[in-house]
């Protein structure tokens, strides 16, 4: 069965960092592309950035590139999403997702809260 | 950036109905690479439909979706009371993914 747990969101302040993380169980982790999703509130779903099973390639959104930074440890069968100089619009519940294109599973999401 | 538009927005339904939730895309999209999702509050999305018309794996018949180029479609045949939720459409043929806004399907 496949699992993705989100970890590390949190209240932050505005121009703050934080590091999310996804654990993820039941595939073959280093094979599968893996993505960061986000939904602001009230808002809909947004693609943030991903990365290729092997980690060589990333991909980010207009609106996080240079502040965001994805990556993942195959070792550990985890991936990350290092958040820089945060803003009150990247509030939102964080996602991963196994990516094949699509997103086949998701995690459950972490809260992250931008606010003074 | 393909814009995905979904109409209507709000479907008002009683179980046992039929639903037909609408996606246009900005641009015809390749290989009719679109993805539909169920989404309801605090749980994760989950995948239905990929290809536009390929049923994800435990994805009940009553799903399904249709449609090529611009204009697609998911139906679902005959409303449960566990489908009440909110349906995006996703594109996955070019980048970035974007999501069209939801289709909120409530009981009526």
């Known amino acids: 069965e496949v699992q993705l747990l989100e970890s590390g969101g949190g209240l932050v302040q505005p121009g703050g960092s934080l590091r999310l993380s996804c654990a993820a169980s039941?595939?073959?982790?280093?094979?599968?592309?893996m993505t960061w999703l986000r939904q602001a509130p009230g808002k809909g779903l947004e693609w943030v950035s991903a990365i290729t099973g092997s980690g060589t390639n990333t991909l980010y959104a207009d609106s996080v590139k240079g502040r965001f930074a994805i990556s993942r440890d195959n070792s550990k069968n985890t991936l990350f999403l290092q958040m820089n100089s945060l803003r009150a619009e990247d509030t939102a519940v964080y996602y991963c997702?196994?990516?094949?294109?699509?997103?086949?599973?998701w995690g459950q999401g972490t809260l992250v809260t931008v606010s003074s | 950036e393909i814009v995905l538009t979904q109409s209507p927005g709000t479907l008002s339904l009683s179980p046992g109905e039929r639903a037909t939730l609408s996606c246009r895309a900005s641009q015809s999209l390749s290989s009719n690479y679109l993805a539909w999702y169920q989404h309801k509050p605090g749980q994760a999305p989950r995948l239905l439909i990929y290809?536009?018309?390929s049923r994800a794996t435990g994805v009940p018949d009553r799903f399904s979706g249709s449609g090529s180029g611009t204009d697609f479609t998911l139906t679902i045949s005959r409303l449960e009371p566990e489908d009440f939720a909110v349906y995006y459409c996703?594109?996955?043929?070019?980048?970035?993914?974007?999501f069209g806004q939801g289709t909120k399907v409530e009981i009526k």
């Open positions: 996703q594109q996955y043929g070019s980048s970035p993914r974007t």
């Open positions: 039941g595939f073959t982790f280093s094979s599968s592309a």
């Open positions: 997702a196994k990516t094949s294109g699509f997103f086949d599973f």
């Open positions: 290809g536009a018309s």
